[in-house]
């Protein structure tokens, strides 16, 4: 099924499958989510994710990380800020700090999809897609 955001869909995805307790989930590929997944795998979000399928086909698998005996995910919460109808950009000046730092705001940069804070390091603004923590 083709949809508009893929950006909620990719949130969206992950969020149920975090709160059904899978193990991993599948999410349509496009640019945009391969980075978007790189960004939370290097920030420990996700354990892995890998690209499969061909051309139209093409789906990326997250597995997913929980901690504890309980099973209890890593990401407590996903949230969608630049929507197609009211995007929200920020200079490197005044981007947002998630939780005092302890979540993450992934920015669209001139330089690529990053961190809030790889973006202050490097002193560039974007839009902010969303924030995770």
Known sequence: ?????????????????????????????????LSIARVMKQEGFIADFEETGES??????????????NRQ??????????K???????????LPRVLGGIGIAIISTSKGIMTDREAR?????????CYIW
């Open 1 to 33: 099924m083709a949809t508009n955001d893929t950006i909620s869909d990719m949130l969206t995805r992950i969020r149920n499958a975090t709160l059904a307790k899978h193990q991993t989930t599948a999410i349509p590929a496009t640019k945009m989510t």
């Open 56 to 69: 139209i086909d093409r789906a990326l698998v997250v597995a997913l990380k929980y901690e504890g005996k």
């Open 73 to 82: 995910s890593i990401i407590k919460r996903l949230k969608r800020v630049s």
């Open 84 to 94: 197609p109808g009211l995007r929200v950009y920020s200079n490197s000046k005044e």
């Open 121 to 129: 390091k490097q002193g560039v603004g974007g839009e902010v897609l």
